[in-house]
Protein backbone atom coordinates (compact mmCIF):
# COMPACT_ATOMS: atom_id res chain seq x y z
CA UNK A 1 0.00 0.00 0.00
CA UNK A 2 2.93 2.35 0.66
CA UNK A 3 4.17 1.84 -2.50
CA UNK A 4 0.90 2.55 -4.30
CA UNK A 5 1.12 5.97 -2.07
CA UNK A 6 4.31 6.70 -3.22
CA UNK A 7 3.70 6.42 -6.55
CA UNK A 8 0.32 8.59 -6.33
CA UNK A 9 1.95 11.57 -4.61
CA UNK A 10 5.18 11.02 -6.80
CA UNK A 11 3.03 11.26 -9.90
CA UNK A 12 0.67 14.07 -8.60
CA UNK A 13 3.96 16.33 -7.88
CA UNK A 14 5.62 15.55 -11.32
CA UNK A 15 2.60 16.83 -12.83
CA UNK A 16 2.61 19.60 -10.48
CA UNK A 17 5.95 20.13 -11.27
CA UNK A 18 5.15 20.91 -15.36
CA UNK A 19 2.59 23.04 -15.01
CA UNK A 20 4.84 25.19 -12.71
CA UNK A 21 7.16 24.48 -15.42
CA UNK A 22 4.86 25.66 -18.17
CA UNK A 23 4.53 29.05 -16.17
CA UNK A 24 8.23 29.32 -15.04
CA UNK A 25 8.65 29.37 -19.27
CA UNK A 26 6.08 32.17 -19.92
CA UNK A 27 2.72 30.18 -20.08
CA UNK A 28 0.03 32.24 -18.76
CA UNK A 29 -3.06 29.60 -18.60
CA UNK A 30 -4.62 29.30 -15.20
CA UNK A 31 -2.03 31.20 -13.14
CA UNK A 32 -4.83 34.46 -12.99
CA UNK A 33 -6.43 32.00 -10.67
CA UNK A 34 -3.32 30.67 -8.51
CA UNK A 35 -2.33 34.15 -7.09
CA UNK A 36 -4.23 35.32 -3.73
CA UNK A 37 -5.83 38.45 -4.06
CA UNK A 38 -7.28 40.90 -1.64
CA UNK A 39 -10.69 42.39 -1.28
CA UNK A 40 -10.39 44.90 -3.88
CA UNK A 41 -8.62 41.87 -6.45
CA UNK A 42 -4.83 43.34 -6.06
CA UNK A 43 -2.68 40.33 -5.94
CA UNK A 44 -1.17 39.95 -2.71
CA UNK A 45 2.30 39.12 -4.17
CA UNK A 46 3.91 38.26 -7.93
CA UNK A 47 4.96 35.52 -8.94
CA UNK A 48 8.11 34.72 -10.75
CA UNK A 49 9.34 32.58 -13.57
CA UNK A 50 12.65 32.15 -11.23
CA UNK A 51 9.99 31.36 -8.54
CA UNK A 52 8.12 29.19 -10.45
CA UNK A 53 10.70 27.05 -11.81
CA UNK A 54 12.22 26.71 -8.02
CA UNK A 55 9.28 25.61 -6.59
CA UNK A 56 9.25 23.08 -9.86
CA UNK A 57 12.76 21.63 -8.96
CA UNK A 58 11.63 21.53 -5.29
CA UNK A 59 8.38 19.23 -6.48
CA UNK A 60 10.70 17.04 -9.13
CA UNK A 61 13.30 16.57 -6.16
CA UNK A 62 10.17 15.46 -3.54
CA UNK A 63 8.51 12.97 -6.23
CA UNK A 64 12.15 11.50 -6.69
CA UNK A 65 12.33 11.18 -2.80
CA UNK A 66 9.22 8.98 -2.67
CA UNK A 67 10.32 6.93 -5.59
CA UNK A 68 14.00 6.38 -3.44
CA UNK A 69 11.32 5.66 -0.35
CA UNK A 70 9.86 2.78 -2.26
CA UNK A 71 13.34 1.27 -3.85
CA UNK A 72 11.90 2.46 -7.11
CA UNK A 73 15.55 4.35 -7.86
CA UNK A 74 18.42 4.22 -5.60
CA UNK A 75 20.60 7.08 -5.48
CA UNK A 76 22.67 6.32 -2.10
CA UNK A 77 20.87 8.62 0.21
CA UNK A 78 21.28 8.24 3.82
CA UNK A 79 17.99 6.49 4.62
CA UNK A 80 17.37 9.06 7.43
CA UNK A 81 17.81 12.26 5.32
CA UNK A 82 14.70 10.67 2.98
CA UNK A 83 12.83 10.32 6.44
CA UNK A 84 13.20 13.60 7.46
CA UNK A 85 12.97 15.22 4.09
CA UNK A 86 9.73 13.78 3.34
CA UNK A 87 8.63 14.52 7.26
CA UNK A 88 9.31 18.16 6.62
CA UNK A 89 7.86 18.61 3.02
CA UNK A 90 4.84 16.80 4.72
CA UNK A 91 4.84 18.96 7.52
CA UNK A 92 4.85 22.06 4.84
CA UNK A 93 1.76 20.97 3.01
CA UNK A 94 0.34 20.01 5.49
CA UNK A 95 0.25 23.64 7.20
CA UNK A 96 -0.21 25.28 3.53
CA UNK A 97 -3.78 23.75 3.67
CA UNK A 98 -4.12 25.16 7.11
CA UNK A 99 -3.34 28.53 5.83
CA UNK A 100 -2.36 31.70 6.66
CA UNK A 101 -5.37 32.63 8.53
CA UNK A 102 -5.34 35.73 5.92
CA UNK A 103 -5.22 34.83 2.17
CA UNK A 104 -4.63 30.95 1.99
CA UNK A 105 -5.80 27.51 3.09
CA UNK A 106 -8.44 26.58 4.93
CA UNK A 107 -7.84 29.68 8.24
CA UNK A 108 -8.25 32.40 5.24
CA UNK A 109 -10.75 35.29 6.25
CA UNK A 110 -11.09 36.26 2.73
CA UNK A 111 -13.22 33.88 0.84
CA UNK A 112 -14.82 35.94 -1.59
CA UNK A 113 -12.17 35.96 -4.27
CA UNK A 114 -12.72 33.55 -7.01
CA UNK A 115 -8.95 32.96 -5.91
CA UNK A 116 -10.59 31.90 -2.27
CA UNK A 117 -13.30 29.60 -4.01
CA UNK A 118 -11.21 27.45 -5.77
CA UNK A 119 -8.29 27.37 -2.87
CA UNK A 120 -11.23 26.27 -0.55
CA UNK A 121 -12.63 23.67 -3.28
CA UNK A 122 -9.57 22.73 -5.02
CA UNK A 123 -6.00 23.79 -3.62
CA UNK A 124 -6.41 23.58 -0.02
CA UNK A 125 -7.70 19.58 -0.04
CA UNK A 126 -5.26 18.72 -2.71
CA UNK A 127 -2.53 20.11 0.08
CA UNK A 128 -3.78 18.61 2.93
CA UNK A 129 -4.42 15.22 1.06
CA UNK A 130 -0.73 14.75 -0.12
CA UNK A 131 0.42 16.28 3.52
CA UNK A 132 -1.02 13.66 5.10
CA UNK A 133 -0.41 10.46 2.53
CA UNK A 134 3.23 11.83 2.89
CA UNK A 135 2.86 11.34 6.55
CA UNK A 136 1.60 8.44 5.96
CA UNK A 137 4.37 6.85 3.73
CA UNK A 138 7.07 8.35 6.24
CA UNK A 139 5.90 6.53 9.35
CA UNK A 140 4.82 3.38 7.51
Known amino acids: MIHLLS ?3 AVA ?3 AAFVHIYWGLGGQLGLDHTIPVDQQGKKVFEFSRIASLAIAGGLIAISVLFLV ?3 FISLGLPSWLVFYS ?3 FSGIFIMRALG ?3 YIGFTKKIKDTQYGHLDTKIY ?3 FLIIGILSLIIVLF
Do not use: Q, R, T
Open 7 to 9: LVN
Open 13 to 15: LII
Open 69 to 71: KIG
Open 86 to 88: LLA
Open 100 to 102: DFK
Open 124 to 126: SPI
